[in-house]
């Protein structure tokens, strides 16, 4: 079956520009994750969504992120005036409910501020 | 807060050796344990977990047992090959915490043959 998807793959900005990024998860998943990864590192938690509802969005960095899931399937990360330090590659992750389920994670969306 | 550590790399092995990479962790509450894994282009994907204490993971020969009194989760493999060349995740989450992920660093490894 279709796995998680994320638009678009590659993303260059110039410094100042907004930014969408777009995941598609997998169907009848609850649950859906976005995290950061800078090169080289390990992913980190940007924000989480049960359904429609945000539930934490404790590691959005500043107030310049912003995420939604309106109808608690497709969900877009929302990047206003983008700065070099947001260079990074965004994931999207999915999975149904319940303690330890599986995350599937997208291809994720390799982002480049100018 | 919860965080993970893992040895750094890159681990370079010749074909058929022994894999250890090790992974210890700090945790608020009684989390569940994962290795994922990142092959070459290819996006994160789930290697094994465990989900209690004594709980061994295993996948595609690989294992890691959830070791509570050390509070570590060290990945092993007995013959490595070159196919398993990636990077690897250690990571953790807490069902108290909306099972985000808290990730390690990576490391990764480099099977020559």
């Known amino acids: 079956g279709a796995g998680v998807s994320q638009s678009p793959r590659y993303k260059v900005a110039k410094r100042g520009q907004d930014v969408a990024l777009r995941c598609d998860p997998i169907?009848?998943?609850?649950?859906l994750f976005w995290y950061q990864q800078a090169l080289g590192q390990g992913p980190e938690f940007l924000t989480y969504f049960q359904n429609e509802a945000q539930l934490d969005k404790s590691g959005l960095p500043s107030d310049r992120f912003f995420a939604e899931r309106p109808e608690g399937s497709v969900s877009t990360l929302k990047i206003q005036r983008t700065q070099q330090e947001d260079s990074a590659v965004y994931l999207c992750?999915?999975?149904?409910?319940?303690?330890?389920?599986?995350?599937?994670f997208g291809p994720g969306t390799r982002l480049l501020v100018l | 807060g919860n965080s993970v550590t893992q040895m750094e790399g890159p681990v370079t092995l010749s074909e058929e050796a022994f894999l250890t990479i090790n992974c210890t962790y700090t945790a608020t509450g009684y989390p569940s344990l994962f290795w994922y894994v990142q092959y070459p282009g290819e996006g994160l994907q789930l290697l094994l977990k465990a989900t209690k204490a004594d709980d061994k993971g295993s996948n595609k020969g690989f294992e890691a047992t959830y070791r509570k009194e050390t509070t570590s989760f060290h990945l092993e493999k007995g013959s490595v090959q070159v196919s398993d060349s990636a990077v690897y995740f250690c990571a953790l989450s807490e069902s108290n915490a909306g099972n985000m992920l808290t990730f390690g660093g990576g490391t990764r490894l480099m099977v020559k043959p």
């Open positions: 992750a999915s999975s149904s409910a319940g303690r330890a389920a599986t995350q599937y």
């Open positions: 169907s009848g998943h609850v649950s």
